[in-house]
């Protein structure tokens, strides 16, 4: 079973940066693209980024330029770098782990970043 654990929220004020881990508990890690998403404040949730199994990551355009991920498949572990973080980033970030081979998705519980001065 697929286990999502996030870390390194918390509350940054406006210009500062973050960043979060998410580390994941399982089996072939390595064949999992991996996601960043986030919900705000009455907000649904969206995609930040995401990254396949073999590094190569993708951003929605609204996400390019502040945001980057990035995977290590030794430590089971994947990122994100947020700078430049502005109030409306505030959110719940979650990571996701996608399985390919089942069209399987996974989810963490969440880790709360808040941008306020």
């Known amino acids: 079973q697929v286990q999502l654990v996030e870390s390194g929220g918390g509350l940054v004020q406006p210009g500062g940066s973050l960043r979060l881990s998410c580390a994941f508990s399982?089996?072939?890690?390595?064949?999992?693209?991996m996601g960043w998403y986030r919900q705000g404040p009455g907000k649904e949730r969206e995609l930040v980024a995401q990254?396949?199994?073999?590094?190569?990551?993708n951003y929605p355009d609204s996400m390019k330029g502040r945001f980057s991920i990035s995977r290590e498949n030794a430590k089971n572990t994947v990122y994100l770098q947020m700078n430049s973080l502005k109030p409306e980033d505030t959110a719940v970030y979650y990571c996701?782990?996608?399985?390919?081979?089942?069209?399987?998705?996974?989810w963490g519980q969440g880790t709360q970043v808040t941008v306020s001065s």
């Open positions: 399982g089996t072939f890690f390595s064949i999992f693209a």
């Open positions: 990254i396949t199994g073999d590094g190569n990551p």
């Open positions: 996701n782990a996608w399985h390919p081979p089942t069209r399987s998705a996974y």
